[in-house]
């Protein structure tokens, strides 16, 4: 019998919601990725540190009195690499239901991706699903993909996209096939035009093109940016005036952890010109929103 999640959180007592945290390894000590997608990875962001698994990051982020969004990338076609179950992502984040809210993910070019969403949210509870157009080798903006966004917008649940460069294949023969522009945020942009009521996550700064996705989530308010995977002394000052200014209440706190820690993008935050005054929404109050955490 599987145990469906719930969440259980006190927002009051949290100091923060990390949106963008990755289950790297399971409980099997099965990867997400293959070996030579790790160890470029690993080269790429400076990061040989541990994966740790799903308990593990459950006590990490109890003890800093943050909840975090937990989630895996199904990308089984394009990799040849059978992926981390997100069924038992949602299994282990109802083990630790104070403080992780897991994601499903779900390749798209699964002859059964709809069917596949639909249970990761009846049977599982998931409360979004995670995308990552470049490592799953899809175009977001290919129709082909529309039922499936029609499944979690019926499913009233987040979508979080990747956007923006990747280390996963830098360096790497070609980046090991793996295409850039498919992670271009104005891909979403018809997503968001023909899915109205689907709230699309944007993730990380989109370096090259961050004006791409300011210009998606000034016109279409069904779009969020999470600030993920970089650090806030890189962000591009564009960014920050949108963050201080007209998206403050559609910007998220992500880390990308492992790869970034929350105490390191927490830190750097501290000296960039993030507004003090803004930084509660994009800690937490935003995310309560987005997530539906607010009872």
């Given at each position: 019998?599987?145990?469906?999640?719930?969440?259980?959180?006190?927002?009051?007592?949290?100091?923060?919601?990390?949106?963008?945290?990755?289950?790297?390894?399971?409980?099997?000590?099965?990867?997400?990725?293959?070996?030579?997608?790790?160890?470029?990875?690993?080269?790429?962001?400076?990061?040989d540190g541990p994966r740790p698994d799903l308990d593990s990051v459950a006590a990490y982020y109890r003890e800093r009195r943050m909840a975090a969004v937990v989630f895996t990338v199904d990308a089984e076609t394009q990799l040849g690499h059978a992926p981390?179950?997100?069924?038992?992502?949602?299994?282990?984040?109802?083990?630790?239901?104070?403080?992780?809210?897991?994601?499903?993910?779900?390749?798209?070019?699964?002859?059964?991706?709809?069917?596949?969403?639909?249970?990761?949210?009846?049977?599982?509870?998931?409360?979004?699903?995670?995308?990552?157009?470049?490592?799953?080798?899809?175009?977001?903006?290919?129709?082909?993909?529309?039922?499936?966004?029609?499944?979690?917008?019926?499913?009233?649940?987040?979508?979080?996209?990747?956007?923006?460069?990747?280390?996963?294949?830098?360096?790497?023969?070609?980046?090991?096939?793996?295409?850039?522009?498919?992670?271009?945020?104005?891909?979403?942009?018809?997503?968001?035009?023909d899915f109205p009521e689907l709230q699309i996550i944007m993730a990380h700064p989109s370096v090259p093109w961050q004006d791409e996705a300011l210009s998606v989530a000034t016109h279409k308010h069904n779009t969020w940016i999470d600030l993920s995977g970089?650090?806030?002394?890189?962000?591009?000052?564009?960014?920050?005036?949108?963050?201080?200014?007209?998206?403050?209440?559609?910007?998220?706190?992500?880390?990308?952890?492992?790869?970034?820690?929350?105490?390191?993008?927490?830190?750097?935050?501290?000296?960039?010109?993030?507004?003090?005054?803004?930084?509660?929404?994009?800690?937490?109050?935003?995310?309560?929103?987005?997530?539906?955490?607010?009872?």
């Open positions: 019998m599987t145990t469906r999640y719930e969440p259980a959180i006190d927002v009051s007592a949290l100091t923060a919601i990390d949106v963008h945290v990755h289950i790297e390894v399971d409980d099997h000590g099965h990867h997400s990725l293959p070996d030579d997608l790790v160890e470029a990875a690993s080269r790429y962001f400076s990061a981390v179950s997100s069924a038992e992502i949602a299994e282990g984040a109802a083990r630790n239901n104070d403080v992780l809210i897991p994601f499903g993910s779900v390749d798209p070019h699964r002859h059964d991706a709809v069917e596949r969403a639909r249970r990761l949210v009846a049977e599982h509870g998931v409360r979004g699903f995670k995308f990552h157009p470049t490592v799953q080798g899809f175009d977001p903006s290919d129709e082909r993909h529309y039922p499936l966004y029609e499944a979690i917008q019926d499913a009233a649940v987040p979508a979080l996209f990747h956007t923006g460069q990747t280390g996963i294949g830098a360096g790497l023969p070609g980046g090991r096939g793996l295409r850039l522009g498919l992670s271009n945020p104005m891909l979403l942009d018809p997503v968001a035009a970089w650090s806030p002394k890189y962000f591009p000052e564009t960014l920050v005036r949108a963050a201080n200014s007209y998206l403050k209440t559609r910007v998220l706190f992500g880390s990308d952890f492992p790869l970034l820690t929350p105490d390191r993008w927490q830190r750097d935050a501290a000296t960039t010109a993030l507004k003090p005054e803004v930084m509660p929404g994009i800690l937490k109050d935003n995310a309560v929103r987005l997530l539906g955490l607010g009872g």
